[in-house]
């Protein structure tokens, strides 16, 4: 064969070889004139480049966000699957192009798409918070994990980035406090409660239950006939969609008193199944959210003369509650289904009582025997 005027194209005789490799082989193919063979040479080294790269970034995000079993011990929810694929498609898709194959997104790629979330050009409503732009960069961050476990990646670009951290023209603030009602307010609100919502809303403030997981609750979590009744979380409904909880640590059993039990068994429909909902609309939908702090709670706050509150007030209450009654941090994360008492702590510990105590009299303590 003898070598042409293009890299990898040779003569033979009256044909033209290209010569190109795949994947470490060797390959050749002939045509009859020299135009078509540097095509075949051209048109095989792009395909090369393709296969080395890997699948477009587009594609291969749509799907790994329709299979992504979650991290760590949680399996992911189907409402986080929902929130994932809105902000791929909504930011992700939006600013990086179709032809963008997964193993040629860099960290320079990402941090400019960090910097556009920042400014949003052309955005006519308010700038992106600080916390929007880490959960936008969320799927993305944990897709490219997908795709290093595939070998199209070896580190994971989206990691190790400058992040805003904006204070929009103000003074730092320390972390807003949780509202939570006192038992003068809890009571007067409580007593304005329509009689129908009367029962679930003493649930939430007795049990601190998310209320995607008490609207959740079918007849066959409820433990009501025993000495020690008992409620089981084990499904929330967000948006409509029932899935798991929150996390793993969100499965639990609330001991509830029998005053509670005996009200919740009293509502109970003749001939309900196991598996029909506790709190539901007629026909057996799932209860609204949004309907009962518009229609219920809201009406009922202002009767009662408290500030106005929301739904997870009554689980913040329901914290406070048990933190004056004595809980320890550790009892007070598996009772809410908090991921660690750390959270716990810092979402509830300006409720503990955060006195020292007496100085350590080393003197004292080191006379005392050895056990």
Same mark, same amino acid.
């Given at each position: 064969?003898?070598?042409?005027?293009?890299?990898?194209?040779?003569?033979?005789?009256?044909?033209?070889?290209a010569?190109?490799?795949?994947?470490?082989?060797?390959? &050749?193919?002939s045509?009859?004139?020299?135009?078509?063979a540097?095509?075949? &040479?051209?048109?095989?080294?792009?395909?090369?480049?393709?296969?080395?790269?890997?699948?477009?970034?587009? #594609?291969?995000?749509?799907?790994?966000?329709?299979?992504?079993?979650?991290?760590?011990?949680?399996?992911?929810?189907?409402?986080?699957?929902?929130?994932?694929?809105r902000?791929? *498609?909504?930011?992700?898709? &939006?600013?990086?192009?179709?032809?963008l194959?997964v193993?040629?997104?860099?960290?320079?790629?990402?941090?400019?798409f960090?910097q556009?979330l #920042?400014?949003?050009?052309g955005?006519?409503?308010?700038?992106?918070?600080d916390?929007?732009?880490?959960?936008a960069?969320?799927p993305?961050?944990?897709?490219?994990?997908?795709?290093?476990?595939d070998?199209?990646?070896?580190? $994971?670009?989206?990691?190790?980035?400058v992040?805003?951290?904006?204070?929009?023209?103000?003074?730092?603030?320390a972390?807003?406090?949780?509202?939570?009602?006192?038992? $003068?307010?809890?009571?007067?609100?409580? #007593?304005?409660?329509?009689?129908?919502?009367?029962?679930l809303?003493d649930?939430?403030?007795?049990?601190?239950?998310?209320? *995607?997981?008490?609207i959740?609750?079918?007849?066959?979590?409820?433990t009501? /006939?025993?000495? +020690?009744p @008992?409620?089981?979380?084990?499904?929330a409904?967000?948006?409509?969609?029932?899935?798991?909880?929150?996390s793993?640590?969100?499965?639990r059993?609330?001991?509830?008193?029998?005053?509670?039990?005996?009200?919740?068994?009293?509502?109970?429909p003749?001939?309900? /199944?196991?598996?029909?909902?506790?709190?539901?609309?007629p026909?057996?939908?799932?209860?609204?959210? /949004?309907?009962?702090?518009?229609?219920?709670? &809201?009406?009922?706050?202002?009767?009662?003369?408290?500030?106005?509150?929301?739904?997870?007030?009554? @689980?913040h209450?329901?914290?406070?509650l048990?933190? +004056?009654a004595?809980?320890?941090?550790?009892?007070?994360?598996?009772?809410?289904?908090?991921?660690?008492a750390?959270?716990?702590?810092?979402?509830?510990?300006?409720?503990i009582?955060?006195?020292?105590?007496?100085?350590?009299?080393?003197?004292?303590?080191?006379?005392?025997?050895?056990p």
């Open positions: 064969m003898r070598r042409t005027s293009h890299p990898g194209v040779y003569r033979r005789g009256t044909r033209y070889v010569v190109y490799r795949v994947e470490g082989r060797q390959h &050749k193919e045509a009859p004139t020299f135009a078509q540097r095509a075949i &040479k051209l048109a095989r080294e792009v395909e090369a480049r393709e296969q080395a790269a890997g699948p477009m970034l587009h #594609a291969y995000a749509l799907d790994w966000v329709a299979g992504y079993p979650g991290c760590g011990h949680d399996a992911i929810g189907q409402h986080t699957r929902v929130e994932y694929h902000l791929l *498609s909504t930011f992700v898709l &939006k600013y990086f192009p179709s032809d194959a193993g040629d997104v860099d960290r320079d790629a990402v941090q400019a960090v556009w #920042a400014r949003r050009p955005r006519r409503c308010s700038r992106l918070s916390q929007s732009i880490h959960n960069l969320t993305l961050r944990r897709c490219l994990d997908t795709a290093i476990s070998g199209l990646l070896t580190e $994971n670009p989206a990691f190790g980035l992040l805003p951290r904006r204070r929009a023209g103000g003074p730092w603030r972390r807003e406090e949780r509202r939570f009602l006192t038992r $003068n307010e809890l009571r007067r609100l409580l #007593a304005e409660i329509p009689d129908d919502w009367q029962v809303f649930l939430l403030a007795a049990t601190g239950l998310r209320i *995607s997981e008490a959740a609750l079918r007849w066959s979590d409820l009501l /006939d025993t000495p +020690a @008992r409620l089981f979380v084990r499904r409904i967000v948006s409509g969609v029932v899935g798991s909880p929150k793993r640590h969100g499965v059993a609330i001991p509830i008193t029998p005053v509670l039990a005996a009200a919740l068994a009293g509502r109970r003749e001939g309900a /199944d196991e598996d029909d909902l506790v709190f539901s609309r026909g057996g939908q799932p209860v609204r959210p /949004d309907y009962l702090r518009a229609h219920v709670l &809201k009406p009922a706050a202002l009767r009662a003369g408290v500030p106005p509150c929301g739904l997870h007030t009554f @689980r209450t329901c914290a406070a048990l933190i +004056a004595g809980a320890s941090p550790l009892q007070l994360q598996r009772w809410m289904g908090h991921h660690s750390a959270y716990t702590l810092e979402a509830y510990g300006h409720l009582d955060g006195h020292l105590g007496p100085a350590l009299d080393l003197a004292i303590e080191l006379a005392q025997p050895v």
